[in-house]
């Protein structure tokens, strides 16, 4: 299976909705092009920042649609998969891999806490609904409240033929790589999950980052990448300290609301969160923008 596609830099996609909670298709092809553009390597549809925990089957069908339709096969398209019930997970994988998803992202299950038994069957039932498209894991411990072991991981990469990598987003740069090392003989490819540290899991070994900044600095966050592979480790270093302080200041806010605040800042237009989520109070707003500001971007929204 070629997993060469498996790089560079993915944003988890925004979810643009209306007052109504609709989908706002205009401004998610909008966005799409605006990731695009910037630089992008693929799109991951529904991950954590996509509020996939809010969306029904429907709603997710629609936005994956017009996903793909926008993205006309310029970049890939991944499909994040992170119910809980195993026979919801595996009709959402059939569904993206019909509809020309390159990948599927596996997230643990969240609130319960799965024996790694438990969780191998979950995954392998996953993986084996979609034998002809790329799987990979999501390992989200302080989303789930618990982490993928390295021997459950290093178990499933050499056993199921069609899991090819992992989204790592522990912040422990000590657990992305030994991801990559217990695997590297089956070219196991791991993408850092953590905005801060694209630099530090591309010297690991890293192929890439699935990064939620990607969403409103796609041209500065696809710089690090970009610059790293060139054999620039000065200037993507310089590109991930401009980048950090952003980044950080979206902890003042709920999750994951300030994306969208930050998407809206640079005027994508993207709306407010699914409730109960409320967009940041006024004074993180101003926090936000200082940050902007104070990076060299321009504030339009």
């Given amino acids: 299976m070629d997993t060469s596609f498996i790089k560079g830099i993915i944003p988890p996609i925004v979810t643009p909705i209306k007052e109504d909670e609709t989908l706002d298709e205009t401004a998610l092809r909008k966005l799409i092009d605006f990731v695009i553009e910037g630089g992008c390597s693929g799109i991951l549809a529904f991950g954590s920042n996509g509020e996939f925990y809010m969306m029904e089957e429907d709603e997710m069908e629609r936005a994956l649609?017009?996903?793909?339709?926008?993205a006309a096969g310029r970049v890939p398209v991944y499909m994040g998969v992170g119910n809980i019930r195993t026979t919801k997970c595996i009709r959402l994988a059939?569904?993206?891999?019909?509809?020309?998803?390159?990948?599927?992202?596996?997230?643990?299950?969240?609130?319960?806490?799965?024996t790694d038994e438990e969780l191998k069957g979950h995954i392998r039932s996953i993986a084996a609904s979609v034998p002809d498209t790329a799987v990979l894991l999501y390992n989200n411990p302080g989303r789930c409240g618990y982490a993928m072991s390295q021997e459950l991981v290093e178990e499933l990469a050499h056993s199921v033929p069609n899991l090819v990598g992992m989204k790592d987003s522990s912040g422990d740069l000590t657990q992305t790589i030994e991801f990559i090392r217990r695997n590297a003989d089956v070219n196991f490819r791991v993408m850092c999950g953590k905005d801060t540290l694209i630099y530090s899991g591309l010297c690991v070994g890293a192929v890439g980052?699935?990064?939620?900044?990607?969403?409103?600095?796609?041209?500065?966050?696809?710089?690090?990448y970009d610059k790293y592979v060139s054999g620039d480790l000065k200037g993507s270093l310089?590109?991930?300290?401009?980048?950090?302080?952003?980044?950080?200041?979206t902890d003042k806010s709920s999750f994951p609301v300030a994306t969208k605040d930050l998407a809206n800042l640079v005027g994508m237009q993207v709306g407010s969160p699914f409730l109960p989520n409320l967009s940041s109070p006024p004074k993180q707003i101003e926090h936000l923008k200082r940050q902007l500001v104070d990076g060299g971007f321009e504030v339009v929204g």
């Fill in 94 to 114: 059939r569904m993206g891999a019909s509809m020309g998803a390159k990948a599927v992202s596996i997230l643990q299950p969240m609130f319960i806490k799965p």
């Fill in 209 to 224: 980052a699935v990064c939620s900044t990607a969403n409103y600095l796609p041209k500065l966050v696809c710089s690090i």
């Fill in 238 to 249: 310089e590109a991930q300290w401009e980048l950090n302080p952003i980044r950080l200041a």
């Fill in 65 to 70: 649609s017009v996903m793909m339709d926008q």
